[in-house]
């Protein structure tokens, strides 16, 4: 929870689960929840909240006033306390101090921390009371108090001479002022709290690395974020600064450089499939410092080779997606197991990289990560969220007047921000519901709800129909098939194409079958089952038979057409085009039947809604050209 941080003026609590992600727009105020909850404890004991400038500015000035005696909450952590924490808190007081396994960490804005818990304080009150000697009368008495108040009031009405009196009085003081709670929370919880890390741009390795430089900044604790990445994979390569710096025997060196390279390859190239034939290298050169005083500076070069190209590269010249993701995994797989108390915050992960690097990265975050560590991360990609895992979101949004607000309720939040979400569930459909491994692209809706009926009809005549393993997709054009064939072969899915005509993208259709991606064997053009050497989908249908169907499906628009008859006739048509569809075009602009416009989809999605009505009008030749149709494209799979 983040009171008052920015934007944020009461984010109420945000449930984390073993991988959470927030997304939102850009300044919604997911970085700046980030930054809130990081210096709560940060890993590195570093990071000062400073009033002036993160309290929200709309309340600043009324703030300062009362910044120094009543210093506003920044964040708030909510823990639930196994049972091996809360025993010993069990030992040291009662075994009913707890009235529940919550506490609550707080840190306000003069940097310090409170705890609470459910304390049953007539059990604080009596293991107070205990551990101090009175007569049995004054004991009883006090032992009566349900409250630490209520206690102080006993405790100053008393009479007694005791000599704990005052101890007592004075021990209650303290209480009242600093909470019960805080010694709970100090004594038994302190070194148990997890830190969080947090990882962003700052984090990125330099490829060039000063050992003298890095090492002399270690011995003084003044390592910078980037300093601590190098180490980091010095460490994932089992390879120590002062070895790079003292091998002198040139073989040695090497050997050790090699393997230390090698084995840092095989670790982070596992989670990089963009290309697979880079290689990591490390080379150390001496440079010359200041030759009065003949002082070396040994310097390590991290450079990346490509096989393809057969030529190395200075780390920092790689994209910056590529030099993240490999910053990023050097840091984190020197994560030992045993560190499960961190919480680690990433900000914007991956945003230089491209689609497949995302998940790439999320199968980093799942397998080697969220095993071990909590992992939340913002973004705005649909990309770096899971359908599987949507209940993983929390979305986050700017109101007016309110401030940065943080939510699961998809309902209650605006387009702009769950879009992500859709675009994600949106391709994920399309991966799974839409798409089966075996994909034939058509040109058009017509030309599916086609082949989906006469598919059926064939098959209840116990002939060849289309098989059920393929799924047809319209891409709206004989144009697009090529960007959806390199979409689809880029999955590893098997393809088919059914065209009208193939002449306008043959070039096109050729160069994506030298990539591999389509075999043009498994082009089929509607012109191989009909007569006619130039044809649609509709041309596999006798003449009368589709102007059967388009005058039921056109009946209103034909009657109300002024200068049309009511019903189409061929002889009604003077243009000589093949395509019966072609011809249909221009008989409805020349005689303005339905705006002048002939819609492809309307007497398919007839035919669809009345098939039973037409199925008896389908001639045995039109059978038998969709069956060869149909045998045709099984073969592919069968192939």
Request: charged share 30%; hydrophobic share 35%; proline share 3%.
């Amino acid at each position: 929870m983040t009171p008052c941080y920015k934007s944020i003026e009461d984010s109420e609590w945000v449930d984390f689960d073993q991988v959470t992600c927030f997304v939102g727009k850009n300044e919604s105020g997911k970085t700046a929840f980030l930054e809130a909850i990081h210096r709560l404890n940060p890993v590195d004991n570093t990071g000062q909240y400073d009033h002036v400038e993160e309290y929200p500015r709309t309340r600043l000035t009324q703030y300062k006033q009362r910044h120094d005696q009543d210093p506003d909450p920044v964040a708030s952590a909510k823990f639930e306390l196994s049972k091996k924490e809360i025993i010993p808190i069990q030992k040291q007081f009662t075994d009913n101090i707890l009235e529940s396994s919550t506490a609550v960490l707080t840190k306000n804005y003069k940097n310090e921390t409170t705890w609470r818990f459910d304390i049953n304080e007539s059990e604080a009150v009596g293991y107070l009371v205990n551990q101090f000697e009175f007569h049995n009368k004054t004991e009883a008495k006090l032992q009566r108090a349900e409250s630490f108040e209520d206690l102080e009031t006993k405790v100053q009405e008393s009479t007694s001479s005791d000599d704990s009196i005052s101890d007592i009085e004075s021990e209650v003081q303290d209480i009242l002022k600093e909470r019960f709670d805080k010694r709970i929370g100090t004594d038994h919880l302190k070194e148990s709290v997890p830190s969080f890390l947090y990882f962003d741009d700052y984090s990125i390795m330099e490829g060039d690395i000063n050992i003298d430089k890095i090492r002399r900044k270690r011995n003084k604790n003044n390592l910078s974020e980037s300093d601590q990445t190098f180490l980091s994979l010095l460490s994932v390569a089992e390879l120590d600064i002062n070895d790079i710096r003292n091998i002198s025997r040139y073989e040695s060196r090497k050997a050790e450089l090699e393997a230390a390279a090698n084995y840092i390859t095989d670790q982070v190239f596992e989670y990089w499939s963009q290309s697979d034939d880079l290689q990591v290298e490390f080379d150390r050169d001496i440079q010359e410092q200041n030759n009065q005083q003949n002082k070396q500076n040994y310097v390590l070069y991290v450079r990346i080779r490509s096989e393809r190209d057969r030529v190395t590269l200075p780390f920092g010249k790689r994209s910056k997606g590529f030099i993240w993701f490999f910053s990023f995994l050097a840091y984190f797989s020197d994560m030992k197991d045993d560190d499960d108390d961190l919480i680690l915050l990433l900000d914007e992960p991956g945003l230089n990289l491209h689609a497949k690097a995302q998940n790439d990265f999320l199968r980093f975050i799942n397998e080697r990560l969220a095993p071990v560590h909590s992992v939340v991360y913002t973004t705005h990609s649909p990309f770096m969220l899971e359908p599987r895992n949507m209940d993983r979101a929390r979305l986050v949004q700017y109101q007016q007047g309110e401030g940065t607000k943080i939510s699961e309720d998809i309902l209650g939040t605006d387009s702009d921000t769950i879009f992500p979400l859709q675009a994600a569930l949106g391709y994920d459909l399309i991966q799974t519901l839409l798409i089966g491994p075996q994909v034939l692209l058509v040109e058009g809706k017509s030309d599916m709800i086609y082949l989906q009926l006469m598919s059926e009809i064939l098959d209840e005549q116990e002939r060849t129909s289309l098989s059920h393993q393929w799924t047809p997709v319209p891409v709206d054009g004989a144009d697009n098939v090529p960007t959806f064939v390199s979409m689809f072969g880029a999955n590893d899915l098997d393809i088919g194409v059914l065209l009208d005509d193939d002449t306008r993208i043959q070039q096109r259709l050729e160069n994506i079958e030298s990539r591999g991606q389509l075999d043009l064997d498994d082009v089929k053009l509607i012109t191989e089952y009909t007569a006619n050497s130039n044809a649609d989908t509709e041309d596999m249908f006798s003449k009368e038979f589709y102007i059967s169907l388009v005058n039921d499906a056109y009946l209103p628009e034909l009657r109300m057409a002024q200068n049309a008859p009511d019903e189409v006739d061929p002889s009604h048509i003077q243009n000589q085009n093949p395509r019966i569809a072609r011809r249909l075009e221009w008989f409805f602009e020349e005689k303005q039947i339905n705006g002048s416009v002939f819609e492809h989809n309307k007497p398919a999605k007839h035919f669809q809604k009345n098939r039973d009505k037409f199925k008896e009008e389908i001639t045995e030749d039109t059978l038998d050209r969709f069956e060869a149709l149909f045998e045709d494209l099984n073969s592919i799979i069968d192939a």
